[in-house]
């Protein structure tokens, strides 16, 4: 269960609590800029609601994305801490560039940088909770790490909110560079979790034998693009939702209360996933939820067309809402079931999995963030079309036959 001695020296509690603000840095780097929005439009030049800014949200994601891939062998290699230590300096170096641009082109250079940081963390925080901890512990850890995860999108746009108003934009991205300085001085405590005899040469045939086996594979392809799709409208959500929250529902002090309850909704759903899957089973739940998600969405879409675009926001927030915790329970499954077949490449697939699935999902969310017109009607559209796509997905991977308990991998 241990990967070695040298970890008693830190207790189970310090240890992922560690882990879990190593991973918590990932989601500070996006939602904590949010309230800042407004002023980044005002500094660059741009029209009071325009959405040029989204793109610093879709340069953080696209780095996230590209990086994913290299981290997961680097870290079979050389290591988990040192990688993980790697990831934050690479962090730093873009948040205080972000910190000091003069442009914003290069602002969005180094948000890309920031987000090259931030996919370490991600993928070295499971990698050593799977060294260290098996069955049971292994679950609880996880449930812990992504109970302190959730709880970021729920508290950082509050945070922003305090540091915006005793500073600038630049403060909160400085204290992005400043928690990633702490986390960098908390990670000198933290062991090697992997033992030196499982330690594996870099290899592009490695590299390229995972990917052989995820783009052959008609299961993991299809929830793949499932997954691309649904992380599209969803970083358009994220890119988008300060401007509909201020601009379309003059809702701008509010803003921080707002996404904060919707966070609170999703981590509710996916703290509850354990829970539920026991119940219904993976796919089973998966599937349901899939339909769900749909309903709603098209729910929300009548709503929103029949109001012509800006319904009362306390009949869309709900809708908006239930879209996102279904989103939330799907994402997960969608994730176990497109591994299944990944056998003993499951690190380096899951690797090119979220990379994919990241980066594609961040253009496909970009398009989406440039027909915003000032109503929500385009982002409502895009959880329907986005959704119905997801659906077709599925069905592409099940053969048609869905609602099963479970599946042999093909």
């Given amino acids: ?103 914003f082109g290069v602002l969005l250079v180094s948000r890309f940088i920031w987000g090259v940081g931030a996919a370490g963390p991600r993928v070295v925080t499971l990698a050593m909770i799977r060294d260290r901890f098996e069955g049971d512990r292994m679950a609880r ?61 870099l290899s592009t045939r490695r590299i390229a034998a995972a990917a052989r086996l995820v783009v052959t594979n008609r299961t993991t392809v299809f929830y793949t693009l499932a997954l691309t799709s649904l992380m599209g409208v969803f970083i358009s959500y994220l890119a988008s939702s300060e401007i509909i929250i201020s601009d379309t529902f003059g809702l701008a002090d509010s803003f921080p209360i707002i996404f904060g309850a919707i966070a609170a909704v999703m981590g509710v759903a996916m703290l509850g996933n354990a829970f539920i899957v026991g119940r219904f089973g993976t796919r089973r739940l998966a599937h349901l939820v899939t339909v769900l998600y749909v309903v709603v969405a098209g729910i929300l879409a009548l709503v929103v067309l029949v109001a012509e675009g800006v319904p009362s926001f306390w009949l869309f927030g709900p809708l908006l809402a239930a879209n996102l ?35 594609v999902g961040t253009l496909l969310g970009g398009m989406l963030d440039r027909m915003y017109d000032g109503t929500v009607t385009p982002l409502t559209l895009g959880f329907l079309g986005f959704g119905v796509i997801t659906v077709v997905m599925v069905f592409a991977a099940e053969g048609g036959r869905v609602f099963r308990p479970r599946e042999a991998t093909t």
């Fill in 1 to 103: 269960m241990l990967a070695g001695t040298s970890q008693r020296r830190l207790g189970r509690v310090e240890f992922t609590t560690a882990l879990a603000l190593s991973m918590s840095v990932a989601a500070l780097g996006i939602d904590m800029i949010l309230p800042g929005f407004p002023q980044l439009r005002e500094a660059f030049g741009f029209a009071p609601d325009g959405t040029e800014v989204a793109a610093v949200v879709s340069a953080y994601f696209l780095g996230l994305a590209v990086a994913q891939v290299a981290y997961g062998p680097f870290a079979d290699r050389f290591g988990r801490v040192p990688v993980l230590r790697v990831a934050f300096a690479i962090y730093l170096i873009g948040a205080l560039a972000s910190t000091l641009s003069p442009t």
């Fill in 141 to 201: 850890a996880m449930s812990f790490i992504m109970a302190v995860f959730i709880l970021v999108p729920v508290i950082a746009p509050t945070l922003g909110s305090v540091v915006l108003a005793v500073g600038t934009w630049r403060w909160v991205f400085g204290f992005c560079a400043l928690f990633v300085v702490v986390m960098m001085l908390w990670s000198l405590r933290l062991p090697e979790t992997l033992k030196p005899e499982y330690r594996v040469p």
């Fill in 325 to 359: 915790a279904c989103h939330a329970l799907i994402i997960p499954n969608f994730n176990t079931i497109a591994m299944e077949p990944m056998g003993a490449v499951a690190g380096t697939a899951s690797a090119v999995i979220g990379a994919f699935s990241t980066a």
